[in-house]
């Protein structure tokens, strides 16, 4: 898939995942208040099994208010208090869960690939959908094809077993891991909203080099 940066030249002007450019207003705000704006973030318990270890994976990506509350700014294109965060690389996610640790006396983490793939498919009980908790990706998830160009207000789409949210689709979610042993890239799941549907499967990566930030990655959290 082809990834576009986003110039500060061209911030009027949205990019879309293949290159091309619209002059549609798809940066209106939000007014869903549902989710909390504090910077505590609603976790969901995923139960361990022979293979991972029981962990604390969030509920919801990580929203633009959550972000601003602990970093003082936002930088996405799509502007809404509960929509996620994105135009933010691997290397700052980092520097959120850093100084969110230090404000909450926390562990907060990235999830690693694997513990994504397991939370996805519902730990223990190990489904084989396709997309988070379905085979019908129109019931979980905004994509290409019904996205309207746009990122959502996370929480819209039906969660999986687990009571997790957007795992499929709205933005690509960084993890922890390394995509190999120099770690010039780091992985990303779930697809998003520019994404066709064969990339939100739960099966699929990607990678992307640390420092890079696009309209359509962003990132949800997990705990020891």
């Known amino acids: 898939m082809k990834k576009v940066l986003l110039p500060v030249a061209m911030a009027g002007v949205m990019f879309s995942c293949d290159g091309s450019s619209s002059d549609d207003d798809n940066t209106r705000k939000d007014e869903d208040t549902n989710i909390s704006d504090d910077i505590e973030i609603e976790m969901v318990y995923v139960e361990g099994s022979d293979t991972v270890k029981g962990f604390y994976i969030g509920k919801y990506e990580v929203t633009q208010k959550q972000y601003q509350n602990v970093m003082d700014t936002v930088p996405s294109y799509f502007k809404g208090n509960n929509r996620p965060v994105e135009m933010v690389s691997w290397n700052d996610a980092q520097e959120f869960i850093k100084k969110l640790n230090a404000l909450t006396d926390k562990n907060y983490r990235l999830p690693t690939a694997a513990e994504w793939e397991y939370a996805a498919r519902e730990g223990t009980k190990k489904s084989s959908y396709e997309y988070l ?36 689709g709205n933005v690509w979610e960084w993890c922890q891991d390394c995509w190999n042993s120099s770690c010039l890239s ?34 949800r959290l997990a705990l020891p």
């Not at 129109?138 to 094809?145: M, T």
């Not at 739960?202 to 990132?219: E, L, S």
């Open 186 to 219: 780091r992985v990303y799941r779930g697809g998003s909203w520019c994404s066709p549907a064969k990339d939100c499967r739960v099966a699929n990566r990607n990678t992307d080099g640390p420092g890079n930030r696009y309209i359509d990655i962003g990132f």
């Open 133 to 168: 908790g379905s085979n019908n990706i129109n019931e979980v998830a905004w994509y290409k094809e019904n996205s309207g160009g746009q990122t959502h207000p996370v929480g819209q789409k039906k969660p999986n077993a687990l009571g997790i949210y957007d795992m499929s």
